[in-house]
Every structure is written in structure tokens, then in C-alpha cells.
């Protein structure tokens, strides 16, 4: 299996469409992908599990994700893409039915002690 060359934790340095006193505010705004094309990423109150693919369109590699979660204090879901760029990763990120923007972040060591986490919807079970 070849080697995913967007894993790890990516901090996000620009949002076109929210300032950084937004993206920072409950956390270090974020993008984090596994191995195993899973993640997670929170700017601001928005927040979720990433499902995501690695593409190749001509020499160019890209990840591209759907995402589950919240949106404020509403269950939230979209999508989103990214690409290298020099020591970069930039993109763009939807909100299902609301705002989008493009993106910029770096690669960075995660932060210490970090304990965020989506919140996950109960399944109960039935008898």
C-alpha cells in the first residue's frame, strides 16, 4: 500500500471566508488525516469525522473528504478537497446547504493534551 502523503495533523493558517479569531476559537483550527483514510477537523464550532479518498488527476495528487458532525449546535455534514502545494496543503471545505471557503494549513506536530472529539449520535438499540 502506498504511503498517504497528506497523513497527519494539519493546522489551518487562512480561511477565506472566516478570520483566524473565528477558526481558533474552541481549538487550533484543524485538519488531521489517518492512514487508514479516516480523520477529524475543527475550525470554529464547526466539527467532524472525515471519510476520505487520495485521487491522482494527471501528475497531481489530491484528498478529498466527506464530513459528519456539527455545525454550531447542529448536526452538520459536507465535503471538501485539499492538494500540496509546496509544504502547503490548500482547499476548499463545504458546509452541506450553508457557507464554503478556501483554505490554507500546515503541517504541524498535534497539540498536547488534546482531547476534542465529534459528537456522536446514541444508536439504540431494539428489542
Given at each position: 500500500?502506498?504511503?498517504?502523503?497528506?497523513?497527519?495533523?494539519?493546522?489551518?493558517?487562512?480561511?477565506?471566508?472566516?478570520?483566524?479569531?473565528?477558526?481558533?476559537?474552541?481549538?487550533?483550527?484543524?485538519?488531521?488525516?489517518?492512514?487508514?483514510?479516516?480523520?477529524?477537523?475543527?475550525?470554529?464550532?464547526?466539527?467532524?469525522?472525515?471519510?476520505?479518498?487520495i485521487r491522482k488527476v494527471g501528475d497531481a495528487s489530491y484528498i478529498e473528504?466527506?464530513?459528519?458532525?456539527?455545525?454550531?449546535?447542529?448536526?452538520?455534514c459536507g465535503r471538501g478537497w485539499a492538494m500540496l502545494v509546496d509544504d502547503?496543503?490548500?482547499?476548499?471545505?463545504?458546509?452541506?446547504?450553508?457557507?464554503?471557503?478556501?483554505?490554507?494549513?500546515?503541517?504541524?506536530?498535534?497539540?498536547?493534551?488534546?482531547?476534542?472529539?465529534?459528537?456522536?449520535?446514541?444508536?439504540?438499540?431494539?428489542?
Open positions: 500500500m502506498a504511503r498517504n502523503p497528506f497523513a497527519g495533523y494539519w493546522k489551518i493558517t487562512h480561511m477565506d471566508v472566516w478570520n483566524l479569531d473565528y477558526v481558533d476559537m474552541l481549538v487550533p483550527g484543524f485538519l488531521e488525516f489517518k492512514s487508514d483514510s479516516t480523520g477529524t477537523f475543527q475550525f470554529g464550532t464547526v466539527a467532524g469525522d472525515l471519510d476520505t479518498r473528504w466527506s464530513w459528519e458532525g456539527q455545525n454550531d449546535n447542529d448536526p452538520g502547503e496543503l490548500a482547499g476548499h471545505i463545504f458546509i452541506h446547504r450553508a457557507d464554503d471557503s478556501p483554505f490554507t494549513a500546515k503541517r504541524q506536530a498535534p497539540p498536547q493534551g488534546r482531547t476534542w472529539a465529534p459528537r456522536r449520535k446514541r444508536v439504540r438499540s431494539i428489542p
